[in-house]
């Protein structure tokens, strides 16, 4: 029998019967332990191997990404601790910080940053902020700022970046710009090296096909200086700059990164600005046509037309979105 067998057919059933056994072998022993070069050998096969999912029985797809994860901490950890590393500044001038904003209720970073200079001090207005007492937002302030945003939404939009891993431990930087109305991404492109000067250009990309809305809310990353602020201008855009540490303020876009996240970039390893790039530009088709919103009544941002059965014999069915991550499902004849 075995001498007639075609050798792809001999291949799968020794395949099959060797995960039988460790199907097995995993029952008595559900989680065997792994070294490193196992770890590293399943990364490493998770990138070359497009069916690297069907073989594995120890851990679960997720565990081998949070592996890539853990090695960026580590290399990112020892790359900080390398040298002398950032310099503290003075525990007098902590004190200080500490004084100004007790003795001064009104006073945030801006202001105090300010006095110091006058007294001769070199530091920075974000070191001010990091030091700075953390207060809860007033009620008041929350009411007044829900209040604009929802008197302007139709004409708001933010822009931010986040940060991205890749395989070799490089930090991709995805800018984007997220309309408040119907949560669409507006536009988005991905860079290693971030400057004012590549985000004006992303500005003029950006606008030069759509309409500038009214405003622009970003937060202080200091990239958005006042190369940035005229760029806005010029568009007839009116910069709303969030207040430090406040991402409350920038809810929206905050909100989209961490779907972004959760979504996708938690399960897959970017290799290099291009792959980030198409992923994104798949998740965002996506996230604009198929996937469901609770702040838009359960709607995409294009709005996606309810589809109706047309007869008895129409079953559900599921459609591939982000290579199996996620689905969009629709009525199809099976007859």
């Given at each position: 029998?075995?001498?007639?067998?075609?050798?792809?057919?001999?291949?799968?059933?020794?395949?099959?019967?060797?995960?039988?056994?460790?199907?097995?072998?995993?029952?008595?022993?559900?989680?065997?332990?792994l070294?490193?070069?196992?770890?590293?050998?399943?990364?490493?096969?998770?990138?070359?191997?497009?069916?690297?999912?069907?073989?594995?029985?120890?851990?679960?797809?997720?565990?081998?990404?949070?592996?890539?994860?853990?090695?960026?901490?580590?290399?990112?950890?020892?790359?900080?601790?390398?040298?002398?590393?950032?310099?503290?500044?003075?525990?007098?001038?902590?004190?200080?910080?500490?004084?100004?904003?007790?003795?001064?209720?009104?006073?945030?970073?801006?202001?105090?940053?300010?006095?110091?200079?006058?007294?001769?001090?070199?530091?920075?207005?974000?070191?001010?902020?990091?030091?700075?007492?953390?207060?809860?937002?007033?009620?008041?302030?929350?009411?007044?700022?829900?209040?604009?945003?929802?008197?302007?939404?139709?004409?708001?939009?933010?822009?931010?970046?986040?940060?991205?891993?890749?395989?070799?431990?490089?930090?991709?930087?995805?800018?984007?710009?997220?309309?408040?109305?119907?949560?669409?991404?507006?536009?988005?492109n991905?860079?290693?090296n971030?400057?004012?000067?590549?985000?004006?250009?992303?500005?003029?990309?950006?606008?030069?096909?759509?309409?500038?809305?009214?405003?622009?809310?970003?937060?202080?990353?200091?990239?958005?200086?006042?190369?940035?602020?005229?760029?806005?201008?010029?568009?007839?855009?009116?910069?709303?700059?969030?207040?430090?540490?406040?991402?409350?303020q920038?809810?929206?876009?905050?909100?989209?990164v961490?779907?972004?996240?959760?979504e996708?970039?938690?399960h897959?390893?970017?290799?290099?600005?291009?792959?980030?790039?198409?992923?994104?530009?798949?998740?965002?088709?996506?996230?604009?046509?198929?996937?469901?919103?609770?702040?838009?009544?359960?709607?995409?941002?294009?709005?996606?037309?309810?589809?109706e059965?047309?007869?008895?014999?129409?079953?559900?069915?599921?459609?591939?979105?982000?290579?199996?991550?996620?689905?969009?499902?629709?009525?199809?004849?099976?007859?």
């Amino acid at each position: 029998m075995h001498s007639v067998l075609n050798p792809k057919i001999d291949l799968t059933l020794e395949n099959f019967a060797l995960r039988q056994q460790l199907a097995a072998f995993k029952k008595k022993n559900p989680r065997p332990k792994l070294s490193r070069i196992d770890r590293v050998l399943w990364v490493l096969l998770r990138l070359c191997w497009y069916r690297w999912q069907s073989a594995l029985i120890f851990v679960k797809p997720e565990t081998v990404v949070g592996w890539h994860r853990k090695g960026f901490k580590l290399y990112w950890k020892y790359i900080s601790n390398r040298g002398k590393g950032k310099h503290k500044i003075d525990k007098e001038i902590r004190n200080l910080i500490y004084k100004m904003a007790t003795d001064n209720p009104t006073w945030r970073a801006p202001r105090i940053h300010g006095e110091l200079l006058k007294l001769g001090f070199r530091v920075s207005e974000r070191t001010v902020s990091r030091y700075l007492p953390k207060r809860e937002p007033s009620g008041d302030k929350i009411k007044k700022w829900m209040t604009f945003l929802n008197n302007h939404r139709k004409g708001i939009m933010a822009m931010d970046f986040f940060t991205v891993p890749t395989f070799f431990f490089r930090q991709l930087y995805c800018f984007f710009i997220i309309h408040h109305d119907r949560r669409k991404i507006i536009h988005f492109n991905v860079t290693f090296n971030p400057t004012a000067e590549w985000v004006k250009e992303q500005l003029r990309s950006a606008f030069s096909i759509i309409k500038s809305p009214k405003y622009m809310i970003y937060d202080r990353d200091t990239i958005f200086s006042a190369l940035i602020t005229g760029t806005l201008k010029s568009f007839s855009i009116e910069p709303v700059r969030t207040s430090f540490r406040s991402p409350w303020q920038n809810g929206t876009a905050e909100r989209w990164v961490g779907s972004v996240r959760k979504e996708l970039l938690n399960h897959v390893i970017i290799l290099n600005k291009e792959h980030l790039y198409r992923l994104l530009e798949e998740y965002i088709d996506y996230y604009h046509n198929d996937r469901t919103h609770y702040n838009l009544d359960k709607d995409p941002p294009n709005t996606r037309p309810v589809q109706e059965r047309t007869s008895e014999s129409d079953r559900v069915i599921a459609l591939p979105r982000l290579g199996g991550l996620h689905h969009k499902y629709v009525w199809k004849d099976a007859a």
